[in-house]
């Protein structure tokens, strides 16, 4: 009996155990089939994930297309999304942009709807459109994933950002398309050097390249003038060393070389700057044949002195006239004192008289020949107070006797300019002259002073007398060949110092001085040598 209760009791523990043992494994096959659904579910999402991720990538690519037209590209683009729902079945898409709709084929609005805007630089220029076209709306509500809405997000900002780009893209075409129109055509020579090699040139240039082109490629000179060797050299070593940014060069060079038989030189004006090519620092240098200007030049140079002389033959005959006449009395005095044999001493003074009119006719000859002689100044880098100097010194002897105080101011910190010394100092002794002969015969104090200062980047010399001045309707006359107030005089010293600062650049002008006479100054560039290199 108790034997039999004792293996009952032992078989209702294993009964227990094994009842535990079932839920155990109830519970981990469970589990299971949770974990299995899970997996399940994770699946489904992370094959959506890389079919919303696949979508992204093959539209991304198709709009990488550039020959393809957007509107293609569109198309292609709503049958992509369609094909990448979950229930693509019954899906459809459109995309709306600027007015015009693009739609999958099977295409029917309904009232369950997906979309967002399009923006294109801030502004909404369309929208992508997702339908549902179940018919049960209370499959509607879960017609969509989450994913798929954060899909057509998106996908608009992707449309919107590569639209962007390609309209960036059509707009640098184009500018390039016009650009290239304008410099193929262009009657400008232009070209691009990089590391020693001209790498691009415009069919203009390929007119004009020659010998100068050696020039840019390995700086050789040989061909330059030689009065613009020493001005193109320091050009040329400023750009190449990058010293400046920007350059401008106006010279002479010959197009067969200077020892051919039958040299032909050319004036050319290049502007040469430093740019970035394809990454890479380059020389852009734009190139003008100015030959036909500069030949034009001359001669309405040559012309105009011509005119000018023409205008006034008539005061010059009188100008000679006067001491011809003067001469031909003396000459006819001086016989008949022979003939009556009068005293040696008012032979003398008939000769000397003689002697007077013929300088007059041989100054006047000078002062003409002069003018009419073509000039061109020899431009040197120096101080300009250095001719002022020797100017003031030169007058200043002469000044004291006429009872003329002479004072200067000249500045200390002016930056050396590109000037012909001698033609300076020819302009400012002249200028000197000029106002002390203008006080002559004046009554009071007789004051010239001389200054130079440094305004912006000009230097402006001034040359001011305390004489009756020039009257207002007069200082732009007083510049004319042969004009003048004086007797005695011929008029082309104003005339000849213009042309001499308009020469070096600069302008001559006439105001009223602080002690109400007249003040010429003078206006002189500091960097005019450095544009025209």
Not at 92 to 116: H, M, W, Y
Not at 332 to 342: M, S
Not at 354 to 374: G, H, N, T, W, Y
Request: contains cysteine; hydrophobic residues 35%; aromatic residues 6%.
């Amino acid at each position: 009996m108790d034997e039999g209760k004792k293996t009952k009791g032992l078989l209702l523990m294993e009964l227990k155990a094994l009842q535990n043992r079932l839920a155990e494994f109830e519970a981990v096959e469970g589990e299971h089939r949770r974990l299995e659904q899970e997996l399940e579910n994770r699946t489904r999402e992370l094959e959506e994930r890389v079919k919303e991720l696949d979508c992204l990538y093959t539209i991304s690519r198709l709009f990488e297309e550039r020959e393809i037209p957007l509107s293609e590209v569109f198309q292609k683009t709503v049958d992509i999304i369609r094909l990448s729902l979950q229930c693509s079945e019954n899906s459809c898409v459109r995309i709306i942009f600027e007015g015009q709709a693009t739609e999958t084929k099977n295409f029917l609005e309904s009232p369950s709807k997906l979309d967002c805007d399009i923006i294109v630089r801030g502004n909404r220029l369309g929208s992508l459109e997702i339908f549902c076209l179940d018919d049960k709306p209370e499959s509607h509500r879960e017609h969509f994933l989450k994913g798929e809405k954060q899909l057509i997000t998106a996908i608009s900002e992707v449309i919107g950002r590569i639209i962007e780009q390609k309209q960036t893209e059509k707009a640098f075409l184009e500018s390039e398309k016009r650009f290239r129109c304008l410099v193929e055509n262009s009657p400008t020579g232009i070209f691009i050097i990089q590391d020693g090699q001209i790498i691009y040139e415009n069919p203009e240039e390929k007119k004009l390249s020659g010998p100068l082109a050696q020039l840019f490629r390995h700086g050789n000179l040989e061909n330059i003038h030689p009065d613009d060797f020493e001005r193109v050299k320091e050009g040329l070593e400023k750009i190449v060393s990058r010293e400046v940014e920007s350059l401008d060069m106006e010279f002479r060079y010959y197009t067969r070389g200077k020892e051919s038989a039958n040299p032909e030189m050319k004036w050319v004006y290049c502007r040469a700057s430093l740019i970035e090519y394809f990454g890479k620092e380059a020389i852009l240098v734009n190139k003008l044949d100015v030959t036909r200007v500069k030949e034009l030049e001359h001669l309405l140079m040559i012309e105009d002195k011509m005119s000018s002389l023409g205008r006034v033959a008539s005061g010059i005959a009188h100008e000679i006239r006067s001491p011809l006449s003067g001469i031909n009395i003396y000459l006819n005095n001086l016989e008949k004192i022979f003939e009556r044999a009068e005293s040696r001493e008012k032979v003398k003074e008939i000769l000397r008289q003689l002697q007077s009119a013929s300088s007059k006719i041989e100054s006047v000859i000078k002062r003409v020949m002069d003018f009419s002689r073509p000039s061109e100044p020899k431009f040197i880098l120096t101080e300009i107070n250095q001719p002022v100097e020797e100017a003031i010194n030169l007058s200043s002897v002469t000044l004291r006797k006429s009872g003329i105080a002479l004072s200067k101011s000249l500045a200390e910190d002016l930056l050396p300019c590109h000037i012909d010394p001698h033609l300076i100092g020819q302009v400012i002794l002249n200028l000197i002259i000029n106002a002390a002969e203008a006080m002559k015969n004046m009554e009071g104090t007789k004051r010239i002073e001389v200054t130079s200062s440094m305004q912006g980047n000009r230097i402006v010399l001034s040359v001011s007398d305390s004489g009756p001045g020039v009257p207002f309707h007069l200082r732009k006359k007083i510049f004319d060949p042969f004009f003048t107030t004086k007797d005695g005089s011929t008029g082309i010293g104003l005339n000849l110092c213009e042309r001499i600062i308009t020469d070096h650049g600069g302008s001559l002008i006439v105001l009223s001085s602080k002690w109400g006479g007249a003040e010429f100054r003078v206006e002189i560039p500091v960097e005019r040598e450095r544009k025209k290199e």
